[in-house]
């Protein structure tokens, strides 16, 4: 069970290359973070989880200000 969370991760994180949206991709780069966090705890690899705690944040962190610029655009016209 646990070297498939590894593995589920494995294959989010290559699958998030094949969307078109970077916002889309994002959303998927961060779950599969997450999902190598849980398996990063699980294993208690701490670069692991600090790894992909910092890509998890750089994906939502992302996302959001994207998301802001989006919508101060939107706003402007």
Excluded: D, H
């Excluded at 939502?60 to 706003?75: D, F, I, L, M, T």
């Amino acid at each position: 069970m646990l070297e498939a969370i590894g593995w589920v991760a494995t294959a989010v994180f290559a699958a998030s290359y094949l969307f078109r949206s970077g916002e889309a991709l994002r959303r998927v780069q961060a779950l599969a973070a997450l999902l190598w966090i849980v398996y990063g705890v699980a294993i208690s690899a701490k670069p692991v989880i600090a790894a992909n705690a910092i890509v998890a944040g750089a994906a939502v962190g992302s996302a959001v200000v994207k998301r802001g610029k989006r919508r101060g655009c939107e706003s402007s016209q």
